[in-house]
């Protein structure tokens, strides 16, 4: 996997290509620093009591964090923060982060779909997270070296 | 009161210029773990050929936001926010956010759909420069839970 500023070239990434797998652990702390950074500050994303009187497990993670873990191992694997031109994901299940240290886990992972043109690939990521799929239908076309 | 279907098509008003600061694309890098200097460091940024800082690719939804609470809140609309957890999210980019971008964004309803007792609100919301550069297609489905 390149280091974050070297760049994936596009004639290594063949159809297949299995993109080395990561994990993010994800913190309550983690929680409040995105809310803060996102504008998001939805109340099931840092209240225990409230996101259980809804129904809900333990608070959860917002999406637009998984998504944005989704993203950045894709750039990282790009070498090019900017490298995205389209990305879209469903939000499956929720990311349930408990009042711990360790937080949750998100195990996310990508193979490459086809090749495009422009030095473009498309790539399905996958994301999973205490058993269950996080992400469905994640892709995202990448622009590559 | 249900999510109105009135309001499918329906394109709301632009919301107020948001000026894109290498500050808060570093703040959103932070939270995020992206590490990459292209997003903290002008002179990376520019040596990559970028004409400043760039912001990750789900930084969009930071924009976006403010007009698509234009959206959600409309009173006429009907969208019980308790009861709504977000569904999909999608980007388009003709390229990145950068610092220095000011932009203004607008959000489109584009259907009102029902399956069982969840209804279904799909957004599409434009992100352009004040110069009229077409930036970013943002579409957002959001879930909400019947009673």
């Known amino acids: 996997m390149?280091?974050?500023?070297?760049?994936?070239s596009y004639d290594q990434a063949e159809p297949g290509t299995e993109l080395a797998p990561r994990q993010y652990q994800v913190t309550r702390r983690d929680l409040v620093r995105y809310a803060g950074a996102s504008g998001d500050f939805n109340v099931i994303h840092w209240n225990e009591r409230v996101a259980k009187?809804?129904?809900l497990?333990?608070?959860i993670a917002h999406g637009m964090l998984t998504m944005a873990l989704a993203g950045r191992f894709l750039t990282e694997w790009a070498g090019d923060p900017g490298a995205i031109t389209e990305f879209g994901v469903r939000f499956s299940a929720p990311v349930v982060v408990p009042d711990d240290d360790k937080g949750a886990t998100v195990e996310i992972g990508g193979t490459v779909a086809?090749?495009?043109?422009?030095n473009q690939v498309a790539v399905d990521v996958t994301a999973r997270s205490d058993g269950a799929k996080v992400l469905s239908r994640a892709r995202a076309v990448v622009r590559l070296a | 009161m249900a999510i109105n279907t009135d309001y499918i098509g329906r394109t709301f008003e632009p919301s107020e210029?948001?000026?894109?600061?290498r500050v808060k694309i570093a703040e959103f890098a932070d939270a995020i773990g992206e590490p990459s200097p292209l997003c903290r460091d002008r002179a990376a940024a520019?040596?990559?050929?970028?004409?400043?800082?760039i912001a990750p690719p789900t930084f969009a939804i930071v924009v976006s936001s403010a007009g698509s609470a234009k959206v959600t809140h409309d009173p006429g609309l009907g969208v019980n926010y308790a009861m709504i957890v977000h569904g999909e999210q999608s980007f388009a980019h003709a390229r990145p956010l950068h610092a220095g971008d000011v932009v203004v964004t607008q959000s489109t309803i584009e259907s009102i759909r029902s399956a069982g007792n969840m209804?279904?609100?799909?957004t599409v919301t434009?992100?352009?420069?004040?110069?009229?550069?077409?930036v970013c297609t943002a579409r957002s489905t959001l879930v909400e839970r019947g009673a």
Not at chain 1, 114 to 118: A, I, P
Not at chain 2, 46 to 53: F, H, I, L, M, S
Not at chain 2, 119 to 122: A, G, P, R, V, W
């Open chain 1, 2 to 8: 390149p280091s974050p500023t070297q760049r994936q």
């Open chain 1, 53 to 55: 009187s809804v129904g």
């Open chain 1, 57 to 59: 497990p333990n608070v």
């Open chain 1, 114 to 118: 086809e090749r495009l043109d422009g």
């Open chain 2, 17 to 21: 210029p948001y000026e894109v600061s």
């Open chain 2, 46 to 53: 520019q040596a990559a050929g970028y004409p400043d800082v």
């Open chain 2, 119 to 122: 209804t279904m609100l799909t």
């Open chain 2, 126 to 134: 434009q992100i352009r420069t004040v110069d009229g550069e077409h």
